[in-house]
């Protein structure tokens, strides 16, 4: 049974019952507590209100009785809305900001509690939080990063080697199946790849810069011109993409060799961590974030892709393919590819890379946007480094 959308729904207070304030407000006040009405705050229909009709949240105020006095109280929501808000992480991270950011502001209105609302519709404070963390589960395993460090040192492929490359593009083949209607998300996404910190202007942003006089790059060939290009080239793919919810799967957002566990028991047998950025995105987010990985690191030692990893590069996408039935993924995943060249080129992710496969990469990430299909059986035209 899948788990429903996370993201699907919205934060109504509207939904609230009216015994659950009462309850939650009784705990909070310390108080005998009666709820006199709960009524939207500004919900006439004329005026000012009227004239902003897209709103990030209706604030519902309480009015009660605590011992016998009269209080009024406001509850605030974040309703869900394609201006960054389409996550429910996006709704959370706001309220947290405007709890611990509204008080330090003269003569702002107080926030007075930060409210979880548990599964059982219960309201819990969550006041007292300064951090969160995660607790997860141990997993055993070594890390899929090492087999490809091993072929790159002794450029030969064991069985095993195939038999988890094609593993993991059957894996990602079902889990892509699972398809999501949501333009909300998709489009979304599609921002995220390029204008988010973690995306393609946050890596450009990443590159040191030429500084006077000479203006000369601290890396080969990562000028401000060549960076801007990827940047522009990419954001002309999200307009072409915009029509594409249809391709909205479910991801795991960061499927890169240091996040797959092999276990020893067998080549089939793996775990998975730090799923990223959303359970919803782009199959090539995924295909693109582990093939690159077989071309970077058989750059590492022919300089291009070469046996052993054009084997395993081409069992991945012959697998992927024929369990996928996607044909339309070469016409779309340009822009992802980009973005993952310009993080493995990266000298804050990869300081001591060689200066050769910086360039060649570099290069990648620029070519690979001007096709309108990727040629994945002639990818070594990409790394064009005379541009």
């Known amino acids: 049974m899948m788990i429903p959308p996370l993201d699907a729904g919205r934060a109504d207070v509207e939904q609230l019952e009216h015994a659950q304030v009462e309850a939650y407000l009784a705990r909070f006040l310390g ?26 949240g209706r604030p519902l105020m309480v009015t009660y009785r605590c011992n016998g006095e009269e209080g009024r109280l406001v509850l605030r929501a974040v309703r869900r809305n394609g201006c960054g808000r389409e996550r429910t992480s996006d709704r959370v991270a706001e309220m947290w900001r405007d709890f ?13 509690d930060l409210i979880g609302v548990r599964d059982d519709g219960e309201l819990e404070s969550l006041a007292h939080l300064r951090e969160l963390l995660l607790l997860t589960d141990y997993a055993p395993g070594t890390p899929y990063a090492g087999d490809l460090l091993r072929l790159r040192d ?4 064991a069985p095993g080697d195939v038999v988890r490359t094609r593993t993991l593009a059957r894996y990602l083949a079902k889990i892509h199946s699972l398809k999501h209607s949501d333009p909300l998300l998709w489009r979304r996404r599609l921002r995220d790849l390029i204008g988010h910190g973690e995306g393609i202007m946050g890596l450009a942003d990443s590159y040191p810069q030429p500084h006077p006089p000479n203006n000369r790059p601290a890396i080969p060939m990562a000028t401000v011109e060549s960076l801007q290009a990827v940047e522009v080239a990419a954001n002309r793919w999200r307009w072409w993409l915009k029509p594409y919810v249809h391709r909205l799967s479910q991801v795991h957002g960061d499927f890169h060799p240091f996040n797959i566990l092999f276990t020893e028991e067998a080549d089939s047998d793996f775990h998975l961590l730090d799923r990223s950025r959303g359970e919803w995105g782009e199959p090539a987010d995924d295909v693109s974030c582990l093939t690159i ?18 084997e395993l590069y081409a069992t ?33 992710w990869y300081p001591t890379l060689d200066d050769g496969v910086r360039r060649g990469l570099l290069s990648f990430a620029r070519t690979v946007l001007e096709d309108s299909h990727f040629d994945w059986q002639n990818v070594n035209d990409y790394l064009r480094v005379g541009l």
């Open 154 to 157: 002794e450029g030969t492929v």
């Open 316 to 348: 991945f996408w012959e697998t992927y393919l024929a369990e996928s039935g996607d044909e339309e993924l070469v016409h779309v995943i340009a822009p992802w590819y980009a973005w993952r060249a310009l993080v493995l080129a990266s000298p804050q």
């Open 100 to 112: 611990h950011t509204f008080n330090r502001l003269p003569r702002h209105v107080e926030a007075r």
């Open 31 to 56: 108080c005998e507590l009666t709820v006199e009405s709960i009524a939207e705050l500004g919900g006439e229909s004329s005026g000012a209100v009227a004239l902003k009709a897209l709103g990030y």
């Open 293 to 310: 990985n077989y071309l970077f690191f058989s750059m590492q030692r022919h300089g291009r892709l070469a046996p052993p990893f054009a």
